[in-house]
């Protein structure tokens, strides 16, 4: 069991950055691939991005890229999601989960094995 706790959401106007945090706790976090994930009112949960185990290999959607980092420091058993120049759209609740498959990193959300709460982000225009 992995245990995810994702801070760092809120609100923010547009262009504004904001950077969110996945604490991990339990089996050992270094294993995982890690991915972040967001859902907005009325939508399917959608792939934002997604790290490698090791942190060598990261991976965005297109609505994202250039925008936002993923990263991860395994020393600390935390995640990261570094986002800038935040647009309204952006808003929805952020989730952080790992998956269990260090040779492949997934970004379908069926494939990710454990998840955190959700952290609300809203972007005001």
């Known amino acids: 069991q992995v245990q995810l706790v994702e801070s760092g959401g809120g609100l923010v106007q547009a262009g504004d950055s904001l950077g969110l945090s996945c604490a991990a706790s339990?089996?050992?976090?270094?294993?995982?691939?890690m991915g972040w994930f967001r859902q907005a009112p009325g939508k399917e949960r959608e792939f934002v991005a997604a790290?490698?185990?090791?942190?060598?290999?990261?991976y965005y959607a297109d609505s994202v890229k250039g925008r936002f980092t993923i990263s991860r420091d395994n020393a600390k058993n935390t995640g990261y999601l570094q986002m800038n120049s935040l647009k309204p759209e952006d808003t929805a609740v952020y989730y952080c989960?790992?998956?269990?498959?260090?040779?492949?990193?997934?970004?379908?959300?069926?494939?990710?094995?454990?998840w955190g709460q959700g952290t609300q982000v809203t972007v005001s225009s």
């Open positions: 339990g089996r050992t976090f270094s294993l995982y691939n």
């Open positions: 790290i490698s185990w090791s942190g060598g290999s990261t």
């Open positions: 989960a790992v998956d269990w498959a260090p040779a492949v990193v997934s970004t379908t959300p069926n494939e990710y094995d454990y």
